[in-house]
């Protein structure tokens, strides 16, 4: 095999130009599938942090059975009990990779300033419990204020573009009205304790977030919504409910549990797209190297015809030519890539030097233009290149094998 190996390389520096050419063809089309494959890889991060930590969703969400399809019709009837609560968060937490289950209680109403009244979203939750799932999500979106703490449960936090609307600021006082269980309208004095960027343009303008003891008694129930369970891994989301809704059922708790990204839209949206560009992308590549690879090697078979046909009278079978082009085909694969690689490299360098940023659609600031450094994707992308080269290569190599000896030596 070393010969075979060095014989094809002799042939394919023969013509030098043309091979380059396929070379460089090969190593953009490389650069350019991994570098997005990079860029892709960090924003599904970005993503999924965001959806879990930032939108405070966890890993997953319990809610009692029938919520989602009949709670916002009667929240009483499919809201947790306090009981209930306590029952799941201990039965939750025995779990070696749960990191905590807090529950949260989601409302909507109007919010005013004493002038200026506007829709709300909020949510309640239990202040050190949103803190750790916020994790270092909170370092990307700093809170002006002291933000959600105990001592204080009429404090709330607004978003900026909210409490711009409002002419709120931290220390400021307003009130917030909502409908209760039983639909009768509660109104209650708040203090804005913090202003957050909630990071999209969509939301800016109406979210909220109260202490779960004050969204309770403006609720006027005891009851939660749903339990919000953080894990030590997102890895080990599908295989954590699974193993959650057996025991909860075995306890005789009717529940059913949705991910986080099964409740994050904006999430699912933006990885179809990037999926499908990706797609695009990659038969581009597909392409342009095929038709590289089988034009070089067509001309090669052209041009050693005379060659092939002495290899052929020799004892060289049929299946030996048909090799030895298979393997001339591979190896601009695997140098094609090896320059992919370089280019790859050089651009991820250049990237991190300037460190550009760039605002996409929908979100309200601007945020850091990263590619990872992917390696497997790189191992596996180079891999399929060789084969997809060395296959690219058997036709013409099948068409020299076929020549007939008298014919290919006569050729001129």
């Not at 990779?97 to 807090?102: E, G, M, R």
């Not at 996409?360 to 497997?376: A, C, E, F, M």
Request: proline share 3%.
């Amino acid at each position: 095999m070393k010969n075979w190996i060095k014989m094809a390389i002799r042939n394919i520096l023969r013509n030098k130009r043309r091979s380059f050419v396929t070379l460089v063809a090969i190593g953009v089309g490389f650069a350019a599938v991994s570098l997005f494959r990079g860029y892709t890889d960090n924003t599904y991060f970005g993503l999924r942090e965001s959806a879990i930590r930032g939108e405070g969703l966890g890993h997953l969400i319990v809610y009692k059975a029938g919520w989602l399809q009949k709670g916002k019709l009667d929240p009483e009837r499919y809201m947790f009990s306090k009981e209930e609560v306590k029952k799941i968060t201990e039965i939750v937490t025995e779990e070696k990779d749960v990191v905590l289950a807090t529950p949260q209680i989601h409302l909507t109403g109007i919010v005013s300033n004493g002038n200026i009244s506007t829709i709300f979203l909020a949510q309640g939750v239990v202040s050190k419990d949103d803190r750790t799932i916020k994790g270092a999500w909170a370092s990307f979106r700093p809170i002006t204020g002291e933000g959600l703490n105990d001592k204080k449960k009429y404090g709330i936090e607004m978003a900026q573009d909210l409490a711009k609307h409002l002419n709120l600021e931290p220390g400021k006082d307003g009130v917030v009205m909502v409908s209760t269980l039983s639909g009768q309208m509660n109104a209650m004095d708040i203090q804005v304790s913090g202003v957050y960027d909630s990071g999209s343009d969509a939301t800016n303008d109406k979210f909220m977030r109260y202490n779960y003891d004050f969204a309770q008694s403006l609720y006027d129930t005891q009851m939660a919504e749903r339990i919000v369970i953080l894990l030590n891994d997102w890895k080990k989301t599908e295989t954590m409910r699974s193993r959650i809704l057996g025991k909860l059922a075995g306890q005789g708790i009717a529940c059913e549990i949705k991910t986080w990204n099964e409740l994050s839209l904006f999430y699912s949206k933006v990885r179809g797209m990037f999926d499908m560009i990706f797609l695009f992308l990659f038969s581009i590549v597909l392409v342009i190297v095929v038709m590289s690879t089988v034009n070089t090697m067509s001309m090669a078979v052209l041009e050693r015809t005379r060659e092939i046909g002495t290899l052929r009278a020799l004892g060289l079978k049929r299946k030996g030519v048909s090799l030895l082009f298979a393997i001339e085909g591979g190896l601009l694969g695997f140098l094609g890539s090896l320059i992919g690689m370089a280019l790859h490299l050089s651009v991820w360098a250049i990237i991190r030097g300037i460190s550009p940023t760039y605002t996409p659609p929908g979100v309200s600031t601007p945020i850091p233009l990263i590619v990872n450094l992917v390696p497997q994707s790189m191992a596996v992308l180079m891999i399929f290149l060789i084969f997809l080269s060395l296959a690219a290569a058997i036709l013409p190599a099948r068409r020299a094998a076929k020549q007939n000896v008298v014919d290919a030596l006569g050729h001129v």
